[in-house]
């Protein structure tokens, strides 16, 4: 069945048309998102090159080449910028495209070779889309992994095809003809009209991938502080009393509240607040371990939870804590900003039951701390009795 060419030229700019559009649409209702609209532009660099190849004459030829050659390095640019890489990474290929674009030139309008504009176009494809094969699959993170490594290989497929394709016009016998033969056309634009069709849905597969990541993030995390929410730390805390309980481990609980936040706020503003709120945040998450789980459960209120910690260890864990958040210090053009914790100290005896009660135990021990001075550390514990009251350690003889 012998293709036309004139009607393979339409399918393949009206398919780089609708993916430019739908790629627009995306870029202008996340705009946050990076890299988006390169790809957009892209599609429109390229619909137009494959509209203007249809016109006789070297000039329809050379514009159109520079505006699909102008649509790949477009393209690349999208996918660095998408993955968050640094920008200078772009420019090794993109000057080694632009080179091959100017012997593309030479090939045209300088020593008119047909042979040689299709060796220098594919080395171009070739170059592109294996770079952009390499980012995709080395830089992608691990949400967007499936759908990033797909899209690398059909690019990487596409590289290797038009690698192919530059040493069949190496070693083919034309037999002095200086035209492309149509079969190489009738393949090229088949080609390019799937690579069209999978390399945009593999674009809205990685886009849909990276909104499903933010929203699970946003659904677990606090977005002030970077520590986890108050639902993490339930399901986290309800899981670990059963295993403690199965197991007999210990387990412990802090809850952290800083002193006097709502004067913090009323004499330094809510962005001196919620920049303690983060130092606050910041310097928990070093004091503790990579196995504890920390969480804001409320305006400035924090809870730790300690896995496998008795009430010794759990205690010494919140006195340095509360030692260290004592050292914070902002600097303000009004003064300097520094602020004390009080915690409260909850460990699960051997017959605790639940976790909603090593919860309040914890919250009992915080506001005794509060109640006697705040910026100090109270603890109780959890046992056949209900709550049993605990000394702070360093009244009992023991010491950090």
């Given at each position: 069945m ?36 390169y ?5 429109f ?10 016109e ?18 477009l ?9 968050g ?10 000057v ?9 030139l ?46 690398g290989?059909l ?28 079969a190489?056309?009738v393949a ?12 945009t ?55 952290i ?12 503003g ?19 371990r ?111």
């Amino acid at each position: 069945m012998d293709l036309d060419i004139p009607s393979l030229l339409v399918v393949n700019t009206l398919l780089q048309t609708v993916a430019a559009l739908c790629l627009l649409m995306a870029a202008l209702s996340l705009p946050r998102q990076a890299g988006l609209s390169y790809w957009a532009a892209s599609g429109f660099a390229q619909a137009a090159g494959l509209a203007l190849n249809s016109e006789p004459g070297w000039v329809g030829l050379l514009s159109g080449h520079f505006l699909i050659f102008t649509g790949y390095g477009l393209a690349y640019v999208g996918v660095v910028r998408f993955l968050g890489r640094p920008t200078h990474e772009t420019w090794p290929v993109l000057v080694l495209g632009a080179l091959l674009a100017a012997v593309f030139l030479w090939f045209t309008v300088g020593a008119p070779e047909s042979r040689g504009r299709i060796l220098v176009s594919s080395l171009f494809f070739t170059t592109l889309s294996a770079a952009i094969a390499w980012h995709l699959v080395r830089h992608a993170e691990r949400d967007l992994c499936p759908a990033a490594t797909v899209t690398g290989t059909l690019y990487a497929a596409w590289a290797l095809l038009a690698l192919a394709r530059a040493a069949w016009a190496l070693v083919i016998d034309w037999e002095g003809t200086v035209q492309e033969p149509h079969a190489m056309k009738v393949a090229t634009r088949l080609v390019i009209i799937c690579v069209t069709t999978t390399v945009t849905n593999g674009y809205l597969w990685m886009i849909s991938r990276r909104l499903d990541s933010e929203l699970m993030q946003q659904a677990r995390q606090d977005p002030l502080t970077g520590v986890a929410n108050r639902r993490v730390l339930w399901a986290a805390g309800e899981m670990e009393v059963s295993r403690a309980l199965r197991h007999h481990r210990a387990l412990s609980l802090l809850m952290i509240d800083i002193d006097h936040f709502k004067a913090v706020n009323d004499r330094w503003g809510h962005g001196t607040g919620d920049a303690l709120l983060v130092a606050v945040a910041d310097c928990l998450t070093r004091e503790l371990r990579r196995s504890d789980i920390l969480a804001r459960v409320g305006g400035e209120e924090f809870m730790a939870l300690l896995p496998e910690t008795g009430l010794e260890d759990a205690w010494a864990v919140a006195e340095r804590v509360r030692q260290q958040v004592a050292t914070i210090t902002l600097d303000r053009p009004q003064g300097a900003v520094r602020c004390t914790v009080s915690i409260g100290v909850a460990t699960l005896g051997a017959d605790g039951h639940v976790w909603e009660e090593l919860v309040t135990a914890a919250d009992q021990a915080l506001y005794r701390a509060k109640d006697t001075g705040r910026n100090r550390t109270e603890t109780l514990s959890v046992g056949p009795g209900g709550l049993e009251t605990i000394l702070p350690l360093s009244q009992s003889g023991w010491t950090a």
